[in-house]
C-alpha cells in the first residue's frame, strides 16, 4: 500500500541552525533516500521551497483567484514528502520515524486512496 509521509516542521528552526547542522541534515536525509530506494520502500521524495515561494489557487462560481503564500498562518510548513510503499500502517510509522527531520517537526502518514 502506498503512503504519503508530509514533513511539517517550523521554518525558524531551520534557519536557527549553523550552516554545518544544515549541511550533515541534508546529508542524513538524502542517506535515509537512498536506504529507503534500497529496501523498496521509496517511490519519490521531494523537498518544498518556502511557504513564502507558494500560491493559493481558489475557483469559486467559475471565477479563479490566485494569493501569494499559504492560505493560512501557521508555525508549521510542509516542508517536503516521501511517497513510500510499505505493507501496512505500522511500516509506514516505522518508516516515518526514521526521517530525519522528525527529530525537529511532524511527519504525518496519510494512505493513498486507491480508486476502483
Given at each position: ?51 513564502q515561494s507558494a500560491v493559493t489557487v481558489r475557483v469559486r462560481g467559475g471565477e ?51 480508486f476502483g
Amino acid at each position: 500500500m502506498k503512503y504519503l509521509c508530509q514533513v511539517w516542521m517550523d521554518g525558524s528552526i531551520f534557519s536557527s541552525m549553523s550552516d554545518e547542522e544544515q549541511k550533515k541534515l541534508d546529508r542524513d536525509s538524502l542517506a535515509y533516500d537512498r536506504d529507503l530506494a534500497d529496501s523498496g520502500h521509496m517511490i519519490v521524495a521531494e523537498a518544498l521551497q518556502s511557504p513564502q515561494s507558494a500560491v493559493t489557487v481558489r475557483v469559486r462560481g467559475g471565477e479563479m483567484s490566485v494569493t501569494d503564500g499559504p492560505f493560512i498562518e501557521t508555525k508549521e510548513a510542509l516542508g517536503g514528502f516521501i511517497l513510500i510503499e510499505a505493507k501496512d500502517l505500522n511500516d509506514a510509522i516505522r518508516v516515518a520515524a526514521g526521517i530525519p527531520l522528525a527529530k525537529l517537526g511532524a511527519i504525518e502518514v496519510r494512505p493513498i486512496h486507491e480508486f476502483g
